[in-house]
């Protein structure tokens, strides 16, 4: 399991989390979900085949970068090289090219040689599927290799990005300052179950209705759970 449930700080749960109808809020947030017209880019790519090689990488390129430019990158990387031994054989600049206007897009073409290398060598061509070994992989942190861990291979796995850490204490579930301490406060109260899909909700909640400044509040499909902690400003 990639998220162990740890002793906390009190403080960083609230109440209303520990009473908080978690199912019910997945249920709602769900046909939300539904409604939306764009998925978070690697919930697409893991939709749309089987390769957690592609979710690795997508996941990679993906950080920093709006999902319209993360996918027109993918699409121009898998098209040159599907595979990690097709990666393996490009060169640092062939990669900065396919990728380029992604965020911070010369440092990524670095970890994808290094990573591509990784894989092939200490990996046998595959991409692991436990969080310590994908920490090992250059430029993977733990909100990548959960992830990966979630989306390509199905492990119960909570990954927090800027997303889920806002929503989740502007819902008054959290009182945390860094994702990873979201990440240890989520694994506390969250029903496993709810997950993977945690995160898969909650950016396209986040990218949709409750932006980051001034959220749509009005046609919020979950604003009945939420008790919009320090929203100043919405619509």
């Given at each position: 399991?990639?998220?162990?449930?740890?002793?906390?700080?009190?403080?960083?749960?609230?109440?209303?989390?520990?009473?908080?109808?978690?199912?019910?809020?997945?249920?709602?947030?769900?046909?939300?979900?539904?409604?939306?017209?764009?998925?978070?880019?690697?919930?697409?790519?893991?939709?749309?085949?089987?390769?957690?090689?592609?979710?690795l990488i997508g996941t990679i390129l993906s950080a920093r970068t709006k999902d319209e430019t993360t996918a027109e990158a993918c699409h121009r990387l898998f098209a040159k090289a599907p595979?990690?031994?097709?990666?393996?054989?490009?060169?640092?600049?062939?990669?900065?090219?396919?990728?380029?206007?992604?965020?911070?897009?010369?440092?990524?073409?670095?970890?994808?040689?290094?990573?591509?290398?990784?894989?092939?060598?200490?990996?046998?061509?595959?991409?692991?599927?436990?969080?310590?070994?994908?920490?090992?992989?250059?430029?993977?942190?733990?909100?990548?290799?959960?992830?990966?861990?979630?989306?390509?291979?199905?492990?119960?796995?909570?990954?927090?990005?800027?997303?889920?850490?806002?929503?989740?204490?502007?819902?008054?579930?959290?009182?945390?300052?860094?994702?990873?301490?979201?990440?240890?406060?989520?694994?506390?109260?969250?029903?496993?179950?709810?997950?993977?899909?945690?995160?898969?909700?909650?950016?396209?909640?986040?990218?949709?209705?409750?932006?980051?400044?001034?959220?749509?509040?009005?046609?919020?499909?979950?604003?009945?759970?939420?008790?919009?902690?320090?929203?100043?400003?919405?619509?």
């Amino acid at each position: 399991m990639s998220t162990r449930k740890k002793t906390i700080p009190k403080t960083w749960v609230t109440p209303y989390a520990r009473a908080f109808d978690f199912d019910g809020f997945m249920t709602s947030l769900k046909k939300a979900f539904e409604s939306y017209r764009n998925v978070p880019i690697i919930t697409l790519i893991a939709s749309q085949n089987d390769s957690p090689f592609q979710v690795l990488i997508g996941t990679i390129l993906s950080a920093r970068t709006k999902d319209e430019t993360t996918a027109e990158a993918c699409h121009r990387l898998f098209a040159k090289a599907p595979t990690v031994q097709k990666l393996a054989r490009l060169s640092e600049q062939e990669i900065t090219d396919l990728i380029y206007p992604v965020g911070f897009y010369k440092t990524k073409a670095k970890h994808i040689v290094a990573t591509a290398d990784m894989l092939q060598k200490d990996y046998n061509g595959q991409v692991p599927d436990t969080m310590e070994q994908l920490l090992t992989l250059p430029g993977v942190g733990r909100k990548t290799a959960n992830l990966v861990l979630g989306e390509a291979f199905k492990k119960n796995a909570i990954c927090v990005d800027t997303h889920v850490h806002r929503i989740s204490n502007l819902l008054g579930l959290l009182r945390t300052g860094t994702p990873h301490e979201t990440e240890q406060a989520l694994a506390t109260v969250l029903p496993e179950t709810h997950w993977i899909l945690y995160n898969t909700f909650l950016v396209a909640h986040g990218q949709t209705v409750c932006r980051p400044t001034s959220p749509i509040c009005s046609q919020c499909q979950v604003r009945d759970y939420c008790q919009r902690v320090g929203v100043e400003r919405s619509r």
